[in-house]
């Protein structure tokens, strides 16, 4: 195989737990060649991965057909010559445009059923079954239903423990110090200055959002042990008004959401000291940047979608009703998240920030 096309997820994520993926197949393809097709929210990530070649990023809107936009795309793409298609996502909109360029091996999970336009299918996991996301798209490397040779050290940590077990590849990200500098000048942060990140969003709802009266709290609790660190919360323009209510309680933290673009964010969490993060995009991009993190979990499960990293510490209370998988608590207390305090938290984020001085 010399050259394969990804249509990637649409979540910053899901799409990072997809490069031991492309790691695979550049292992299994010495000479291969990758591209993939992402939407302009994602592509900054891919852009960023060493296995990628090149990225063509979309504006197709999410939840719509736009059937016309996806064949001009496919018509581009027919003649580079693809091998393979794999695509990730499971709606069949998804797997139109591999279809439409004629590319002859085109593999996936089954999703909604997608007979036709997927030639090779793999079965969908029972919903009671969450496989870790990373072995769930790296099985796609190898035919369906073989067993994965592989194991996800951070979802699977017992059998990664075995003696001959092999673990799975871990994202990560290329950064460019030069651009880390640019874009710290760009917001008048000294490089000189350790910085900590908040990212207090996530996309998927409520339900995964530690509340922004304890991001204020450990504000506080920084600024108590170490007055020089910066802190700057980072994110999408949606998630300004979370920004904002921690930075009304703590005005030591930065509201710069919606303020950068997604590559100028992962610029900024390159340099950082630290990172404080829901289960979010920006979690993973702070893994795959290899910074020290704080991954802070409610409603979700760190066993199927965890911080790739050996420099990531996990808070999650794990009580009766957790995880749920739900956008909005559906008990209406959030306790999951309520009761995991700032001083928790800190405990954490404490040994970063002393061992980065």
Not at 97 to 117: C, D, F, Q, T, V
Not at 151 to 157: E, G, M, S
Not at 240 to 263: D, Y
Request: positive net charge.
């Amino acid at each position: 195989m010399r050259r394969a096309l990804v249509i990637a997820p649409n979540w910053i994520g899901d799409a990072l737990m997809a490069q031991p993926l492309f790691t695979l197949l550049r292992k299994l393809h010495p000479r291969i060649a990758i591209d993939a097709v992402a939407p302009t929210w994602v592509a900054p990530v891919l852009e960023r991965m060493p296995e990628i070649s090149d990225v063509y990023a979309t504006d197709l809107a999410h939840g719509k057909l736009q059937l016309l936009r996806r064949w001009q795309l496919a018509s581009d793409l027919r003649d580079v010559g693809y091998d393979a298609a794999y695509v990730l996502p499971n709606s069949v909109k998804s797997a139109l445009i591999p279809w439409m360029a004629g590319i002859n091996l085109r593999i996936g999970y089954k999703g909604e059923s997608r007979y036709g336009l997927l030639n090779v299918r793999h079965a969908n996991p029972p919903k009671t079954e969450r496989p870790p996301m990373t072995a769930h798209y790296a099985a796609l490397a190898y035919a369906p239903g073989a067993k994965l040779p592989f194991v996800d050290k951070f979802a699977q940590p017992e059998a990664a423990a075995q003696p001959d077990a092999q673990t799975l590849p871990v994202p990560r990200l290329e950064s460019d110090p030069n651009e880390a500098a640019r874009v710290s000048a760009r917001f008048n942060l000294d490089t000189r200055t350790p910085l900590v990140v908040f990212c207090p969003g996530a996309e998927y709802g409520p339900a995964k959002r530690w509340p922004p009266e304890h991001f204020a709290s450990l504000a506080k609790f920084i600024e108590q042990s170490f007055p020089y660190a910066r802190i700057v919360a980072l994110g999408s323009k949606k998630d300004a008004p979370i920004a904002q209510a921690i930075a009304e309680r703590a005005p030591n933290v930065r509201n710069l959401c919606g303020q950068t673009s997604l590559g100028e964010a992962c610029a900024l969490i390159s340099r950082a000291s630290a990172v404080v993060t829901n289960d979010s995009g920006l979690m993973h991009v702070a893994a795959a940047s290899r910074r020290p993190l704080v991954a802070v979990y409610g409603s979700t499960d760190p066993r199927h979608t965890p911080p790739l990293s050996d420099l990531a510490k996990v808070q999650w209370l794990h009580l009766e009703c957790s995880p749920c998988f739900a956008r909005e608590c559906p008990l209406g207390h959030l306790n999951c998240l309520r009761e995991l305090s700032a001083e928790q938290v800190f405990g954490d984020l404490r040994g970063m920030l002393l061992a980065h001085r």
